[in-house]
């Protein structure tokens, strides 16, 4: 049984519906910007789907409302399924916040099921189970991170994971302080030194975007400079993705998507697919409910799946 008990109840007619292309963008795409979506690729000529489909509902329905399931037909949808190379069926995707972030080929054991329908759900539950001792030095950390303290902020973390080492939001908070006093070793430093256990959660993930982003500041030119470059010459895209980087640098996230979804709009293949590579550590720098995160990865989905 899956225990998420931070979950809303949900009837299964909100939790687990059938998709076609039309309702794509509404039931998958823009309802995985709060909830994460798994989307079921599935044939009625399929004979693991039979087994595969019934278990992940079962699976969904259990999780009471830290997710959610889309079924897709893919004989009634290959825009979709071709769009996501799907070559195989039953295929199965986890969408959160607009991408695919996990998925499988294949039927599996329920147990695995399971396991992977609490991983997804995991990614919208967002909340850090924090020592309740510890709640308040985390609060008040924080606090003087965003009042502009970072050297007691900086302090204060130290402080608390000498009491819990592997505590996830007071590693981020560190990296995050010794970033805000501009000393990018120092916040990798801290990052690396981060316990394996905890080195791939959403929180060091995001300080890991946080410093390579700090790492391409540090060398961004001026953002005057690079404006006047681009008004000469706007389809200077390796211009544009500079000015993107140094607005990023200055403090101008906002202005930096829109610059990189231009560049993604005009060729999205340009330089390996620069731009929505530089998207995608901006937006898991920033926090999930961030309103540019949202945005950006709203616009860069409808932009992928047009």
Known sequence: MIELGQAPAASNDDLIKDATEATFMADVIEQSQTVPVIVDFWAPWCGPCKTLGPALEASVTAAGGAVKMVKMDVDQNQGIAGQLQIQSIPTVYAFWQGQ???????????SEIDAFVTRV????????????????????????????????????????????????VAYAGLVAAHLAMDDVDQAEAVLNGAPAEIASTPELEAAHAQIELAKQAADAGPVAELKAALEANPDDLQVRFDLATALHGSGQTEEAVSQLLEIFRKDREWNDGAA????????????????????????????IFA
């Not at 695919?100 to 329920?110: H, R």
């Not at 530089?278 to 932009?303: C, E, H, V, Y």
């Open 121 to 168: 759900a995991a990614m919208g539950n967002g909340a850090v189970q924090d020592d309740g001792d510890l709640t308040e030095a985390l609060e008040a950390a924080q606090a003087m991170l965003d009042d502009g303290d970072a050297e007691d902020a900086a302090q204060t973390f130290a402080a608390i994971l000498g009491e819990d080492p592997v505590n996830v």
């Open 276 to 303: 929505k590579a530089q998207l995608f550590t901006i937006f898991d720098a920033l926090t999930p409910q961030d309103p540019i995160a949202l945005n950006g990865r709203r616009k860069l989905s409808s932009m």
């Open 100 to 110: 695919p972030v996990d998925g499988f080929q294949g039927a599996l054991p329920g």
